[in-house]
């Protein structure tokens, strides 16, 4: 202690001495003032951050969610059929000059006695010209027996009581008001001879009253038909190659030429032979 004195009192006998032994006082004062500052700042830094890493604990790798499967887009509805305005009431049967008629011989070698004109329209059906393919049907096309007629006429009520909204049925030809050979003009016929022949319109897809073929038609509509003339007890139907349309063996047939229409025959209701 006593060491420490006297250089104390040796070294303040000049201002020079004593300012030295000011600066060696500040140099063992200790750190300058700013380092504490940043020394506490960076403390104070840290403990958050510790304490949020004890309280989340280990750090896990989260799955990534499974993609969600989008449902598949619904297969398109085909388009509906065209509708006709349904009538606001059921026209009744036209008029019919009714006769005992007769189906003399066959539909190929035969003659017609006292025809019946089918009209040129009625319930549920027209009547057409297969030689201009436009209605109504010719004067001397649509004949035949009385049976046969009923038949027709009790097809297009049948189909305008079931399908009030498509198109009516179209009825080409018959038979020559005596029956006989069918050689036209324009179209023809091996049988349509004796008046139980009648040919019937495909049904189209579009609901036009016009001409069709395998490429318009609508086959549900016109199987319908085709299941009807055999309810109604026709003897034969005759359908084209290209169509996809059936029914019981031996009464509906495939035949050629009939693409665009169905070809129905009924029985002779007095026998045949006559």
């Given at each position: 202690?006593?060491?420490?004195?006297?250089r104390?009192?040796?070294?303040?006998?000049?201002?020079?001495?004593?300012?030295?032994?000011?600066?060696?006082?500040?140099?063992?004062?200790?750190?300058?003032?700013?380092?504490?500052?940043?020394?506490?700042?960076?403390?104070?830094?840290?403990?958050?951050?510790?304490?949020?890493?004890?309280?989340?604990?280990?750090?896990?790798?989260?799955?990534?969610?499974?993609?969600?499967?989008?449902?598949?887009?619904?297969?398109?509805?085909?388009?509906?059929?065209p509708?006709?305005?349904?009538?606001?009431?059921?026209?009744?049967?036209?008029?019919?000059?009714?006769?005992?008629s007769?189906?003399?011989?066959?539909?190929?070698?035969?003659?017609l006695?006292?025809?019946?004109?089918?009209?040129?329209?009625?319930?549920?059906?027209?009547?057409?010209?297969?030689?201009?393919?436009?209605?109504?049907?010719?004067?001397?096309?649509?004949?035949?027996?009385a049976?046969?007629v009923?038949?027709?006429?009790d097809?297009?009520v049948?189909?305008?009581?079931?399908?009030?909204?498509?198109?009516?049925?179209?009825?080409?030809?018959?038979?020559?008001?005596g029956?006989?050979?069918?050689t036209?003009?324009?179209?023809?016929?091996?049988?349509?001879?004796?008046g139980?022949?009648?040919?019937?319109?495909?049904?189209?897809?579009?609901?036009?009253?016009?001409?069709?073929?395998?490429a318009?038609?609508d086959?549900?509509l016109?199987?319908?038909?085709?299941?009807?003339?055999?309810?109604?007890?026709?003897?034969?139907?005759?359908?084209?190659?290209?169509?996809?349309?059936?029914?019981?063996?031996?009464?509906?047939?495939?035949?050629?030429?009939?693409?665009?229409?169905?070809?129905?025959r009924?029985?002779?209701?007095?026998?045949?032979?006559?």
């Open positions: 202690m006593g060491s420490r004195r006297h104390r009192e040796a070294l303040s006998c000049c201002p020079a001495c004593a300012a030295s032994l000011g600066r060696r006082r500040r140099r063992r004062g200790g750190r300058p003032q700013w380092a504490w500052v940043t020394l506490l700042a960076l403390v104070a830094a840290l403990v958050p951050v510790a304490a949020l890493q004890e309280g989340s604990g280990p750090s896990v790798a989260q799955a990534a969610p499974a993609p969600v499967a989008r449902p598949a887009a619904p297969a398109p509805e085909p388009a509906p059929r509708r006709r305005e349904a009538p606001a009431s059921r026209a009744a049967r036209p008029a019919v000059e009714w006769r005992e007769l189906a003399l011989g066959t539909p190929n070698a035969g003659a006695h006292n025809a019946v004109r089918l009209p040129a329209e009625g319930p549920g059906y027209y009547t057409y010209d297969p030689a201009t393919q436009r209605p109504p049907g010719g004067a001397e096309r649509t004949w035949g027996t049976a046969l009923r038949q027709v006429m097809l297009g049948w189909w305008e009581a079931t399908h009030p909204e498509q198109p009516r049925l179209g009825v080409g030809d018959l038979s020559r008001p029956g006989g050979p069918f036209g003009p324009v179209v023809g016929h091996a049988s349509h001879q004796n139980l022949d009648v040919d019937i319109r495909l049904v189209r897809r579009d609901g036009a009253e016009s001409s069709v073929d395998a318009t038609y086959r549900e016109t199987q319908a038909v085709v299941d009807r003339l055999v309810a109604q007890g026709a003897s034969l139907v005759l359908i084209g190659p290209r169509l996809d349309l059936h029914g019981p063996a031996g009464v509906v047939v495939r035949w050629p030429n009939h693409d665009d229409h169905l070809h129905a009924f029985p002779d209701p007095d026998g045949t032979g006559n």
